[in-house]
Nanobody, 114 residues
Framework: VQLVESGGGLVQAGGSLRLSCAASENIFSFNNMGWYRQAPGKERELVARITYSGSTNYADSMKGRFTISGDNAKNTVYLQMNSLKPEDTAVYYC?????????WGKGTLVTVSS
């Protein structure tokens, strides 16, 4: 499967961005799809995940600010990010998990200025 992220960029603190992850296959054919991020010098961490049934979960620091959603017709998963903070600066990656076989996109850079 191919995953292509887009929508990253430079935004001021308090602003919003919407990231998109376009998949080459039906997004609900996967057990789940998720967004992860990796800041400079840090390990990659989970941001949010959506299952094939539409259930979602979020990392604690993103709850209430970020929303993950999926559009089956467009084979795309979105991450709406609001109230962005400088500490949200990272490369954001999309992933897809099908019975333990995980695919990754190449990432999109989000930079939040203070």
């Amino acid at each position: 499967v191919q995953l292509v992220e887009s929508g990253g960029g430079l935004v001021q603190a308090g602003g919003s961005l919407r990231l998109s992850c376009a998949a080459s296959e039906n997004i609900f054919s996967f057990n789940n799809m998720g967004w992860y991020r990796q800041a400079p010098g840090k390990e990659r961490e989970l941001v949010a995940r959506i299952t094939y049934s539409g259930s979602t979960n979020y990392a604690d620091s993103m709850k209430g600010r970020f929303t993950i959603s999926g559009d089956n017709a467009k084979n795309t998963v979105y991450l709406q990010m609001n109230s962005l903070k400088p500490e949200d600066t990272a490369v954001y990656y999309c992933n897809a998990d099908r019975f333990g076989i995980v695919s990754w996109g190449k990432g999109t850079l989000v930079t939040v200025s203070s």
